[in-house]
């Protein structure tokens, strides 16, 4: 091609798309409902120029999207069934537009935005709709005595946002999902503890609100679920990850905390967007709430941890220190278990095994136990199930045993008629039972 002629081509050619001539596609539509929520994704082929409204009676969302064409299947879509009753296509108000129609139920609270491409996902509109009926941050209800010991388990990832994904096209958010429901019945069937999930299927909770889940749940412990991966197939092994903002951040914690950011750029936006009633006032964290549950987190670590190595084979036989997002709220004790790298063939077939994911849940419930058998709340019904009498070892004096129940030295004496503080080993003691 002669330059004159070409350089005219070009010029054709950008005009031809700066005057928005270039038509964008909606290449497919995904619904994600949610107990709460439900999203619907359009994949364009270029960035939206979009604009939307409600209409009433019936109750409508219309989404205009100037110079595109629709090759997306809507009847196709699976029914959404509470709050999407059909997404149609309407007479648009240019040629060169479409209209896309939301049959909606009732009304509700909507975020729209538009996500750059990331990862396996092209340009994309999302539409949030959201239940109206707002849960008030902090409800806590009064707790009754010997309540149960609540573990929030949130499965990591979901809908939107796969996670790591295998060589094969496994995605993480199924077999965190997977992991998480095992624990789920593990806990469920122990008297004095009640599992509390954070997602329940196959659908993106933002950070923000696993948390805000958490606390609206009144969770003692919060475990975060998670199978690792890396840009190599070689490391292996599960490790542990507690909140730390204090300590030095590892080449590992810094991948993973990118990754996280990633998700976060996947799933959703939440973050990404300005949220008005977002409310962070809720998460006003004294320091010394922060010191007692990082102390809890960084014990049930440490067990969960020694379990763990009885199953698994570990990347890290120590708690890792990371800030990661879902950890942030420091007021809920938690931890994030990675239970293997997905990147690697051997942790990829064991996470893949039914029988090693039960393995690796009976693991965890058995650290998080224990903790709470060590040192259960005071109201709980495990403070009131364990044993009534203790054996003098060598070494512990009266305070050690009274502090060892939660009970005072006073107490331990009268239920034992104690004239003195003197104890003998091999010596038995009754525990009173104090609440
Ligand atoms: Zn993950």
Request: glycine letters at 6%; aromatic letters at 6%.
């Amino acid at each position: 091609m002669k330059t004159a002629f070409r350089t005219v081509l070009l010029l054709l050619l950008s005009l031809y798309s700066l005057t928005g001539l270039a038509q964008n596609m909606i290449e497919g539509v995904r619904i994600w409902p949610s107990p709460d929520n439900t999203r619907v994704v359009f994949d364009l082929s270029d960035q939206p120029d979009y604009s939307y409204f409600f209409l009433k009676q019936p109750d409508r969302l219309v989404i205009d999207f100037k110079n595109t064409d629709n090759i997306a299947e809507l009847t196709q879509l699976p029914k959404d069934g509470d709050r999407i009753k059909r997404i149609r296509t309407s007479l648009s108000k240019g040629k060169r537009a479409v209209r896309i129609v939301l049959d909606l139920s009732n009304q509700y609270d909507e975020k729209v935005f538009a996500l750059p491409p990331t990862g396996p996902y092209g340009n994309r509109l999302v539409v949030d709709l959201h239940d109206r009926q707002k849960t008030p941050l902090v409800t806590r209800k009064p707790r009754l005595k010997n309540r149960d010991i609540v573990i929030g388990i949130d499965a990591g990832h979901g809908g939107e946002d796969p996670g790591s994904i295998s060589k094969s096209g496994t995605h993480e958010k199924k077999i965190t999902l997977s992991i998480a429901k095992r624990l789920q019945r593990i806990i469920n069937a122990e008297p004095g503890m009640k599992a509390e999930m954070i997602r329940t299927g196959d659908y993106y909770v933002n950070l923000n609100q696993r948390t805000r889940l958490a606390r609206k749940k009144q969770v003692d412990f919060l475990v975060s679920i998670h199978a690792d991966a890396f840009h190599s197939p070689r490391p292996r092994g599960a490790s542990v990850w507690i909140a730390n903002d204090r300590r030095a951040e590892s080449e590992l914690s810094k991948w993973l905390k990118n990754r996280e950011k990633n998700s976060e750029l996947l799933g959703g936006g939440g973050e990404l967007i300005k949220r008005t009633n977002d409310d962070n006032l809720a998460v006003f964290i004294a320091d010394l709430t922060k010191d007692k549950s990082l102390e809890i987190s960084d014990r049930i670590a440490r067990n969960v941890i020694a379990e763990l190595q009885k199953v698994t084979r570990m990347h890290k036989t120590q708690p890792q220190n990371a800030s990661l997002a879902v950890l942030k709220s420091s007021d809920i004790p938690s931890m994030l278990v990675e239970t293997g790298f997905i990147s690697n063939p051997y942790d990829f077939k064991n996470l893949m095994s039914r029988t090693h994911q039960e393995k690796l849940a009976k693991a965890m419930f058995n650290g998080i136990k224990k903790h709470f058998y060590d040192y259960p709340p005071q109201d709980s019904l495990i403070a009131n199930m364990r044993p009534t009498k203790h054996k003098i070892s060598r070494g512990e004096s009266l305070s050690v045993v009274a502090q060892r129940y939660n009970v005072s030295v006073q107490q331990l004496k009268l239920a034992n008629n104690l004239k003195t503080d003197v104890v003998r080993v091999g010596q038995t003691l009754t525990i009173p039972r104090v609440n």
